[in-house]
């Protein structure tokens, strides 16, 4: 019996419409990273697990898909080291033992492998965009995949707060060319660690930021069961609930959060780390405000991104008109090089999630139409002379520019114009016997019904039909 075709759960097929599409996405936004002074680079799909472990949390560290060694990679393993005295397999252990690799999680780790063990050949600051697939172990649902697309640019070797702003502009810019109405909440790692310090629990604030990173998804009221599950007492999320529902505009927010880390919370506690923040969001405000942004950029203090390495800055983007989770985000990294042996290397970077940016221009129909086809012009197949007729026409063409097909067997006209219907191929060129008698080519465009006949040497005159 032959065996039913099937992919993994969490990854997909892109066909020719989708790959135009997704095509569409890569280059608008490598465009628009180049334009800002990016330069690309590529990584490979795997890295030592000891790159990836430790970089995401325990939750991104579960999510990582390790690689089994190749051969037997269980030959010479005793079982009984890595189970407990009932017997239980720990699992974890093991599979450190039986698998030196993993899939890369995302693209800023593996950047930041790069930036060591090739800073001497860089000019820092480094400025690099990258654009390639990454995996993790989730649970597949409405955008969120197993597979899928980064488009990362990160600058490294600069403090600045410029660069925060250059990424916010790229943000606005690639948004505002797919025409999508987008957010960019803001926040900022030393407040949410300024926020655990006057809350009286310094050593909580990864357990803190977890915890309100999933306010969208599961609401107050969970996030806060989720903090006494870790250990924070009411007092202490008394001092947390009221910044996570905070309204006004961001230098009312700032203000309102700068009163507390003075020490005017219940707790009394100041915090120096968090007004450090308050001042870094202060100052970029006041940039993006002069930069003149068009897309809606504001602060959101319940805003954490799971990811352990952001020390300042912290991004996330999503679509105003369109139900999905994030489609950008990024952030402030101080010492990610450090893990590598290169220190005090600060870097900020933004990574754009292409499928689900392709999911809401599909959804919202903010595909341009000529994107999807790629033939503009199909010659019928009227026969073998009018085939070398049509041969140095259809070559010149592509030489301008212009994608064109000749349709390959000798078939009724209806089966043809089916192929192009199918395709979506706007113009078809029917030329025949008497045509190629007058050195003509003859054009219809299929959407108006619109005909002109053209020299067949007049490539001008049939490029400013087609275009």
């Known amino acids: 019996m032959a065996q039913k075709p099937s992919i993994p759960k969490g990854t997909r097929d892109f066909g020719p419409a989708e790959m135009a599409g997704r095509n569409y996405i890569f280059d608008t936004i490598r465009s628009v990273f180049r334009t800002y002074g990016y330069m690309p680079i590529e990584t490979p799909a795997m890295e030592n697990l000891g790159t990836l472990l430790g970089k995401y949390g325990d939750e991104g560290d579960k999510l990582l898909f390790r690689i089994l060694n190749s051969g037997d990679a269980f030959s010479g393993v005793d079982f009984t080291d890595f189970t407990d005295g009932d017997g239980r397999l720990n699992s974890k252990a093991l599979s450190l033992k039986v698998c030196e690799k993993g899939l890369r999680y995302d693209l800023t780790v593996p950047f930041a492998r790069f930036v060591v063990q090739h800073q001497n050949e860089l000019s820092f600051p480094f400025k690099r965009y990258q654009i390639q697939p990454v995996w993790r172990a989730d649970r597949p649902q409405k955008g969120r995949y197993r597979e899928f697309y980064q488009c990362d640019a990160d600058v490294i070797g600069s403090k600045s707060q410029m660069n925060e702003l250059e990424l916010v502009q790229i943000v606005d810019h690639v948004f505002t060319l797919f025409g999508l109405d987008v957010i960019i909440k803001i926040n900022n790692r030393k407040v949410l660690a300024g926020l655990a310090e006057i809350s009286g629990f310094p050593d909580k604030v990864t357990d803190i930021t977890v915890a309100i990173d999933k306010i969208d998804k ?87 991104r799971g990811l352990n390495y952001y020390t300042g800055a912290i991004f996330e983007v999503k679509a105003k008109d369109f139900e999905i989770g994030s489609i950008c985000g990024g952030g402030r990294y101080d010492n990610l090089t450090g893990i590598f042996g290169l220190p005090d290397m600060s870097g900020v970077g933004i990574s754009f999630g292409a499928d689900r940016i392709y999911d809401v221009l599909k959804g919202l129909g903010k595909f341009p139409e000529d994107v999807m086809t790629a033939t503009r012009i199909l010659f019928a197949n009227m026969g073998a002379e009018e085939i070398r007729y049509l041969l140095p026409i259809a070559k010149r063409l592509r030489e301008s520019g212009i994608s064109c097909e000749i349709y390959a067997d000798s078939a009724k006209l209806k089966k043809q114009f089916d192929y192009a219907d199918r395709k979506s191929i706007p113009f078809i060129s029917i030329t025949g016997g008497d045509e190629m008698a007058k050195g003509v080519v003859n054009l219809k465009n299929l959407a108006d019904g619109e005909q002109k006949s053209f020299a067949k040497n007049d490539i001008e005159g049939i490029l400013k039909f087609v275009l």
């Open 218 to 304: 599961i609401g107050l009221e969970s996030v806060k069961a989720e903090m006494r599950e870790k250990g924070l007492t009411d007092d202490a999320i008394a001092v947390i609930e009221p910044v996570l529902t905070l309204k006004g505009g961001h230098m009312e927010k700032i203000s309102a959060m700068r009163a507390l880390m003075e020490g005017k919370s219940a707790s009394g506690i100041v915090s120096e780390t968090g007004l450090k923040g308050l001042d870094e969001l202060e100052e970029l405000f006041q940039l993006t405000d002069a930069a003149g942004i068009s897309q809606e950029v504001e602060i959101d203090l319940s805003l954490a």
